[in-house]
């Protein structure tokens, strides 16, 4: 099945279960609570709460393609550097929008929304999403599984293209630079030309007297 076809089934049975589930669970404390935190945190730039919610070891599952990060990841540090890094190069604004909460018996969260954003490039971003965090003995998630379509991310800025960027930058600037130069040689060179050129004419003028 297709990472859309998917997304868009996890969509339909997340908000199948608002029909069974009490989605003023999103009031709640307890896990609901924890993942209405992160996501607000994460919504106003503080990471640092953002990571605290998760398992050191937490496991994150995405769709892979551009959406930040790419598919899978193991490990806040890994998160940190894969998806923030992702996010923080290629967006200007980025964030995920909750619209409703399920609080499930057996310790997960499910969560639909849209993630939405600005990219660096120009490129807008608002499509939607389900998260399901994963809870076990701890009040931190271990598990963190996101449906969304990947192909409908702008492209992202990764290390090696920011990389390549930069070193063009500078290159131009180099040659901007070197050109500039260039003028100004010029400049002085046709500055000492026309004394030079004035006194031939004066001298020209006393050989003819």
Same mark, same amino acid.
């Given at each position: ?7 868009g ?8 279960? *608002? ?7 999103? #009031? ?18 503080? *990471?640092?709460? *953002?990571?605290?919610?998760? !398992?050191? #070891? ?10 930040p ?23 200007? $604004? *980025? ?6 909460f ?16 600005? &990219? ?8 939607? &999403? ?15 599984r ?13 290390? !090696? ?13 180099e040659?901007?630079k ?9 400049? $002085?060179d ?12 004066? $001298? ?6």
């Open positions: 099945m297709a990472v859309k076809d998917q997304a089934e996890a969509l339909t049975k997340a908000k199948r279960r *608002f029909g069974i589930e009490n989605p003023s669970a999103a #009031d709640a404390d307890g896990n609901v609570g924890t993942v209405r935190g992160a996501l607000r945190a994460f919504g106003e730039g503080d *990471f640092d709460t *953002f990571i605290d919610a998760l !398992q050191d #070891d937490v496991q994150w599952e995405a769709p892979g393609g551009d959406f990060g790419g598919d899978d990841i193991e490990g806040c540090d890994t998160l940190k550097d894969k998806f923030l890094g992702d996010i923080k190069r290629t967006y200007t $604004e *980025f964030g995920f929008v909750p619209e409703n399920v609080d499930t018996d057996d310790g997960a969260v499910i969560v639909v929304g849209r993630f939405t954003g600005e &990219a660096a490039e120009g490129d807008s971003l608002d499509t939607p &999403a389900v998260q399901i965090w994963q809870f076990g003995r701890s009040t931190e998630a271990e598990l963190i996101i449906y969304t379509d990947g192909a409908a991310f702008p492209e992202l800025i990764t290390e !090696q293209k920011e990389r390549e960027r930069k070193e063009e930058e500078e290159k131009k600037a040659k901007q070197a050109e500039a130069e260039d003028s100004d040689a010029e400049d $002085e046709d500055s000492e030309d026309e004394p030079r050129a004035e006194k031939d004419d004066e $001298e020209k003028d006393d050989d003819s007297d």
